[in-house]
């Protein structure tokens, strides 16, 4: 009994946690969005700066990802020439059972997470990997409720988990795809 109210109280903390967040970070879709509305955001090392110097829904230079997985891999290609990410058996699976639209038994973290966003009216309209540094790849989330959008950066394998459950395509920045991209026909 005490696991099970332990459960349900983590579950209620996370939904309004989510809530909150998202009623933070909220920003208005509408056609005047301007630089200034964002401010830029440096990964630290000084590895890049993100550059709003466009729309940050914008996918130019981003190329729509075919995700396939494998034990321990997910490989995001366009046309023959993709990317391998390795990430834990646990990550795979789970992406693979949001593809299949199939659950275990007990729901995992992405399947809960989908469940809350479904039930408070919040989809995932796509996701982005938008950078490659020292071998580790880096993710956005789009999450959309009305004219609401919210941008997250999140790890690829767990954005992918996300939008997998959602049936929300995956785009992979075309400099990413150039500078680590293999052929994988």
Excluded: W
């Excluded at 408070?120 to 540094?133: N, T």
């Amino acid at each position: 009994m005490i696991v099970a109210v332990s459960v349900t109280y983590i579950l209620i903390m996370f939904t309004i946690l989510f809530i909150v967040i998202i009623s933070k970070y909220q920003t208005k879709i509408n056609n005047s969005l301007k630089v200034e509305d964002f401010e830029e955001s440096v990964i630290e090392g000084g590895f890049e700066a993100i550059n709003f110097t466009e729309d940050p829904l914008s996918l130019k230079d981003f190329l729509k990802a075919d995700v396939s997985i494998s034990t321990g891999k997910i490989t995001l290609s366009n046309n023959c020439t993709g990317i391998v990410m390795t990430t834990t058996v646990a990550k795979t699976f789970s992406i693979q059972r949001g593809i299949e639209k199939k659950s275990e038994f007990r729901p995992n973290e992405h399947d809960v997470l989908a469940d809350v966003l479904e039930n408070f009216g919040v989809g995932v309209s796509f996701i982005k990997i938008r950078a490659l540094s020292n071998d580790l790849y880096y993710a956005n989330v789009f999450f959309k409720k009305g004219d609401q959008i919210l941008n997250l950066d999140a790890k690829p394998s767990d954005a992918i988990a996300i939008a997998s459950r959602f049936k929300t395509p995956v785009y992979i920045n075309k400099g990413v795809l150039e500078k680590a991209g293999q052929n994988v026909c």
